[in-house]
């Protein structure tokens, strides 16, 4: 509630609950979530659907210049700006609490019901070289070969904590140590649990980019999570030109140049979660559906072309990693509870 207050007080400054450090790591300072009113992205502008300031005669009419009829229409015109401006702040607030997941410390019950989604925000950092090595060890053979395949140690050590973090949460929700768990993959290497090893109705999916990693945990439905820094050093049209749908370009296009590159990266992270979601790789092709780029405007699925019925299928909601990040997520179904949960090494 502290962001949404500030912003809407106009008090709203670069606040920072994740400190991107000189080697590239990241170390989250709060647990407070985060948000993009935080200051990171363009302000919203006011809501489409405010009320129309209107002409009461208050202004204009002619009246007699007496100090009472002055005051009392400064009255009723000051009365009037506040009830807007009230107007507007519940509106504000309703859009927000509607976006706004907090990242809260775990919780003492794992409890993940069948309409809930639980995403845990993950720093790839151990704490000390012994934590690094009993997460290593949790590892099964495939993946330390992958860890020796990564040339620098920076990356070693996000794999491992990647994996081995992915590995204490399904454990937890299964009540079995992490090296318990064995994991199989699909044609295009999406992970999930080996059924053969250990029945489980878990689906999950993880998201890396630089020192921070996105789990996204569920039951009895697929789900992708994608996670990405936002960066203004790219050339982001071309980019679009080459991956996006003609609808998305042209919706990207048309707007101020302030907006194109929150949305742009908002378009690449529900593209990404929703191809993720499916598993299929780059096998399903980019500009085979559209995702929703209006700034502002809910994250939403709008056409697929391979099958229409996909569209109707599948839900696709943003997430506010940090101010820095953009990351969305995309599950089967409609109308699951999401749980934003900060992991905790303690
Ligand atoms: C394989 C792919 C998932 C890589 O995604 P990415 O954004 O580079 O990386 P992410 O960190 O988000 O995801 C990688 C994780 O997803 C999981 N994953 C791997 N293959 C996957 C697949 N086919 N489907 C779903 N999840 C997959 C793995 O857990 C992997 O991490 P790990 O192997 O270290 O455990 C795939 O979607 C891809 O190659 N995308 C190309 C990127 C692109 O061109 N995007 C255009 C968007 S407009």
Redesign the pocket.
Known sequence: MHAVSAYLLGLARDHEPVVERADGGVALHSDEGAHPEHGAYPRPTAPDDAPPVQDHGVVTAPRPKSRCRASTSGYIYSSYRLLVLAWSAVRLVESAMSTYRAWRPPPIEWQLDNDEIHIWRVALQAPSASVLDKMSSTLASD?ID?VKHLRLQRDRER?IV??GI?RILLGRYLGCVPQALHFT??M????SLDNAACRSPLS??????GGL?LVAVTQHRAL?????PIRDDLALGQ?ADH??SQAEQVSLRALPPTQQIEAFFK???R???Y????????SLA?DSFDVSVVPGASAALLETRDDPAHAGRWTLEDLWPTPRYVAALAYEGRGCRINCWQWRWS
């Open positions: 993946e992958r794999f990647a994996r992915l993959y699909n295009y290497g999406k992970p999950f999916n993880l998201s890396h980019a990693a992708g999570v994608d996670i990405e980019i991956f996006f378009v690449w992270t593209k990404e979660a191809i993720k979601a499916r598993g299929e790789g780059l980019l």
